[in-house]
């Protein structure tokens, strides 16, 4: 069976890619199955050129198929900030409830209505032929007031979904998976694989 390296050291990513991924004809293995350890210099401006630059080395590094993804959260009134910045702002080491509440801080006084915000996912699929492919999708939501959820990670306590009257750190697991940047991104691409000779 051919195989889709997933470059990623986060066990919970791969899980999640393994499921969405399960029926497809390929054994996916993480970076280290594959015996790849190298370090990557995301230094793309945007989701897709990182994920990119990730998938690149990974498949160069092996010889095999594989996938990438870059994620983060853009703030319209920020001027789409944190965007590529998602992880690093404020510093890689600064927890979320600071770097939450420091968004909060920063929207004070702005209106529901320009709060707007979206996670942004891309995931890139390259071939050791040299064939790429990006996927990206994204899930729309506004920044809420205050910090609220003990689900998910990151800036979901403060990413409010209108249609739900809950951030996306107060629904499921489930349900976070179904509507949810990655999740969206992480099928489109299965779908690729599943109707394409690969
Ligand atoms: P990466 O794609 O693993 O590099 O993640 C980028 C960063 O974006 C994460 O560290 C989080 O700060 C943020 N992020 C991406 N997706 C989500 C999400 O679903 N919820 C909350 N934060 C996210």
């Not at 996912?121 to 064939?131: E, I, K, N, S, T």
Request: net charge negative.
């Amino acid at each position: 069976m051919e195989k889709l390296v997933f470059a990623t050291g986060n066990m919970n990513k791969l899980r999640e890619i393994k499921e969405i991924l399960s029926g497809i004809n390929l054994e996916i293995v993480s970076m280290k199955e594959a015996g790849v350890d190298i370090d990557i210099v995301e230094d793309g401006d945007t989701f897709e050129a990182n994920a990119l630059i990730k998938a690149r080395a990974v498949s160069k590094a092996c010889g095999a198929m594989a996938v990438a993804d870059d994620s983060g959260l853009v703030v319209d009134a920020l001027g789409g900030e944190p965007g590529v910045y998602s992880a690093r702002y404020m510093g890689e080491d600064t927890s979320y409830d600071i770097k939450n509440q420091a968004i909060i801080d920063r929207l004070e006084g702005v209106p529901d209505e320009e709060r707007t915000a979206r996670f942004v996912c891309a995931a890139a699929l390259v071939f050791p032929d040299g064939r790429e492919y990006v996927f990206k999708e994204a899930m729309e939501g506004r920044i809420g007031y205050e910090i609220a959820g003990e689900n998910g990670f990151g800036y979901d306590p403060i990413f409010y979904l209108p249609e739900y009257g809950k951030t996306s750190a107060e629904i499921s697991p489930e349900e976070k998976n179904a509507i949810s940047h990655r999740g969206k991104a992480m099928r489109e691409m299965a779908e690729f694989l599943r109707g394409n000779q690969i």
